[in-house]
C-alpha cells in the first residue's frame, strides 16, 4: 500500500471519498435528509442578479453563498433574500443558522442582522480573516 499525493483531484476521487464518508454518516447521523435552498433576485429576462445558496439540514440552515450584484448593492436586496431564506428555514423547523464570510465579504452586514461571531479564523488564507456565525431563529 502506498499514499498517493496529488494536487489534480479528479471527479471520480472526490465522489469515491464522498460516497465512502456518506454511507459512514448516513447510519449514524440524525437527520438524512437536507433540503437545498436557493432564493434568487432576476431580472425580467430570468437574469440572476442576486441570490442565496444553502440548505436546511435537521435544526440549521446552513448559509453557502450570498451574493448581490455591484449594481444593486445597498438597496436592502441581501437584507431580503437573507430574511426569506430565515423565514423559509423557520417554515421548515430549523431553529438556528450557520454561514461563514471573508473579513473583506459581510461581517456587519450580518452581526446588523443579529448574527453572533462564534469563530474567528485568522491569517486565512495569508493575511485575511474568515468570521464563522450563528444565529438563532
Not at 442578479?49 to 449594481?71: C, P, Q, R
Not at 450580518?110 to 486565512?124: A, M, Q, R, S
Amino acid at each position: 500500500m502506498k499514499f498517493n499525493i496529488t494536487d489534480n483531484i479528479t471527479e471520480h476521487d472526490r465522489t469515491k471519498i464522498f460516497q465512502g464518508l456518506l454511507e459512514y454518516n448516513l447510519v449514524r447521523i440524525e437527520d438524512q435528509k437536507p433540503k437545498d435552498l436557493g432564493i434568487y433576485f432576476e431580472d425580467p429576462n430570468g437574469h440572476k442578479l442576486a441570490g442565496l445558496i444553502g440548505e436546511t439540514h435537521g435544526n440549521w440552515l446552513t448559509i453557502k453563498y450570498l451574493w448581490v450584484s455591484e449594481m444593486l448593492r445597498n438597496q436592502h436586496i441581501g437584507s431580503s433574500i437573507l430574511k426569506q431564506a430565515e423565514k423559509t428555514a423557520k417554515e421548515r423547523g430549523c431553529k438556528y443558522v450557520f454561514l461563514d464570510t471573508f473579513d473583506f465579504q459581510a461581517p456587519e452586514f450580518y452581526k446588523k442582522h443579529g448574527y453572533k461571531e462564534i469563530f474567528t479564523l485568522n491569517e486565512y488564507p495569508c493575511t485575511g480573516k474568515r468570521y464563522y456565525f450563528t444565529k438563532n431563529l
